[in-house]
């Protein structure tokens, strides 16, 4: 035993990695091509894509320097430029925010190392329009807006980023990392992704800007006698964006019913963990934990500072309750199929803490979200020229059937952190947001540089919210359902140095703000430049 436990240790840093990383959500769809790859049997690293971000392949272009182990290299130069006619439409899209109007992300920066030392400096810079747009009403029934403020007092996402042009300056995809072999320490502000889901992330994703973290991760699979397992453990910063929402929308009836909430920032422990068993190849099993805490309510122990490490079981955590932190967990599968070229994903999430095993088997659906998808390649030339992606997937976080017993509030909402799961006004979850429900049907051609596709999306706003207020209060109007139809045309060409995509998005609108009838039609235009120095 202890020579397996020697050799494995000397495996884990025998192997040098200093290079930079794949944003999530690359203009270039680098990161989901190598998901691709994959599937065909072209990728040969294993990793199971469940965390990202990914690192790249490899660095050399005409315009890196290398002396000894000392390297630098200029990032690509990014332009993303977006418009919406009508409404605030937008996720996945880190520092952009859901605006009307034009809105514009510009990106550059470079990459150093030496040795096992990198750094990454990625700054971006947004500047919004933020063009004022039809909200909630004020002049309704007294007990809808009172359900309404309800959810304002629990989450910091403000229909409107402020009242005035939105501009400011990230870190962006900043990052300090010391790697040795396949294990990696650093500071980083970039985005992360977890879990196996396409289009949504139940516990994390880039729907909102990056936040500062310190990070202990697997850079690669790590193997082992039983397996390979990857992982990341963080300890990061959320803060508001300190746009708060007018006074006048907590009035009624000339009462103030606005919420008290902290202005201090938050300290956020998470921790993904993924194993992949040796006996069942393509398998890849998970799990993810996030808690989140005001700063001042932050014990000193190291429990205080590493929550994600204690027991599943609120029974066995000693004053849970009065420690006045949240939790969000899921576990997840991915099942890749190389032979039929085809994969499919699951993960399945919790809002709070179960009781003890016992509470988990006899009301599973309590306080639970889900994510399941499929993908399937089809080729239409031998090897990478050129093949049709076909993907599905369906989210969930309504509340189950469960809340009729035993409410549980609507996903990311929580008693203690009335910011909700949320970092600059923004979820860094599910972009869908509270209670909502979508299904995505994705098609694209894939060439050796280029990428054409069509993607058609229902999206059902907050259907907790909708259930709350016009079951109880307005008997007849069960159908007040907000409801998109998204329809997305999306093409990315590489012309040389040049990378070019473009997107064309209609949204069909149905009563909008759960008005009836309130019908409205969308259309966001996005054009993206990338350039290679």
Request: glycine share 6%; net charge positive; proline share 4%.
């Amino acid at each position: 035993m202890k020579k397996i436990l020697f050799q494995f240790v000397l495996f884990l840093f025998s192997i040098s990695l200093t290079a930079q990383s794949i944003p999530v959500g690359s203009i270039d769809y680098t990161d989901e091509r190598l998901r691709n790859e994959q599937l065909l049997n072209f990728n040969v690293d294993n990793s199971s894509f469940t965390i990202r971000p990914l690192l790249r392949k490899s660095d050399s272009t005409q315009n890196s320097q290398k002396t000894n182990q000392f390297k630098f290299k200029l990032l690509p130069v990014a332009l993303v430029q977006q418009y919406n006619s009508l409404l605030p439409l937008g996720r996945n899209d880190g520092v952009m925010i859901p605006s009307k109007g034009y809105q514009m992300k510009f990106s550059a920066g470079f990459f150093v190392s030496y040795k096992n030392l990198s750094f990454q400096f990625n700054p971006e810079y947004v500047n919004a329009e933020n063009l004022p747009f039809e909200i909630f009403p004020n002049n309704i029934n007294s007990s809808v807006r009172l359900n309404y403020i309800r959810y304002l007092n629990s989450y910091d996402i403000p229909d409107r980023l402020g009242s005035s042009p939105y501009k400011k300056i990230f870190w962006g995809q900043s990052a300090l990392n010391y790697r040795i072999g396949k294990v990696n320490i650093g500071i980083s502000n970039e985005n992360l992704w977890w879990g196996p889901g396409k289009y949504n992330s139940l516990i994390m994703s880039n729907n909102a800007p990056g936040f500062i973290h310190f990070t202990f991760n697997s850079v690669k699979p790590i193997s082992t006698p039983v397996g390979s397992f990857e992982w990341q453990l963080i300890s990061g910063r959320l803060v508001e964006s300190g746009l708060d929402i007018p006074a006048e929308f907590y009035m009624v009836n000339g009462i103030n019913y606005k919420a008290s909430k902290s202005k201090e920032w938050r300290y956020l422990s998470g921790l993904t963990l993924n194993y992949q068993p040796k006996w069942i190849p393509g398998l890849y099993l998970g799990l993810n934990r996030v808690f989140q805490l005001y700063n001042n309510d932050l014990g000193k122990g190291f429990a205080d500072y590493f929550p994600v490490i204690s027991p599943f079981q609120k029974k066995n955590v000693t004053d849970e309750d009065g420690k006045n932190r949240d939790q969000i967990a899921s576990l997840f599968l991915r099942w890749v199929f190389k032979e039929s070229k085809a994969e499919i994903y699951f993960e399945n999430g919790w809002n709070d803490h179960k009781q003890d095993f016992w509470d988990l088997l006899q009301d599973p659906s309590h306080s639970r979200a889900y994510t399941f998808g499929l993908g399937k390649i089809f080729t239409l030339e031998s090897g990478l020229n050129k093949y049709l992606k076909f993907n599905f997937e369906n989210t969930l976080l309504q509340q189950s059937a469960s809340r009729i017993a035993r409410p549980a509030g609507a996903w990311y909402q929580h008693g203690s952190v009335l910011h909700g799961y949320t970092h600059m006004s923004q979820v860094i979850g599910a972009g869908i947001g509270p209670g909502s429900n979508s299904q995505t049907l994705d098609i694209s051609l894939w060439k050796k540089t280029d990428v054409l596709g069509f993607q058609v999306e229902r999206y059902s706003h907050n259907l907790d919210f909708s259930h709350d207020v016009y079951t109880n209060y307005e008997i007849g109007e069960y159908n007040r359902r907000w409801v998109d139809l998204n329809f997305n045309v999306y093409v990315f060409k590489q012309i040389k140095k040049i990378g070019f995509n473009g997107r064309f998005t209609h949204s069909v609108v149905r009563n909008y703000q759960w008005q009836i009838p309130n019908n409205k039609n969308n259309f966001q235009i996005q054009l993206s430049l990338q350039y290679q120095l």
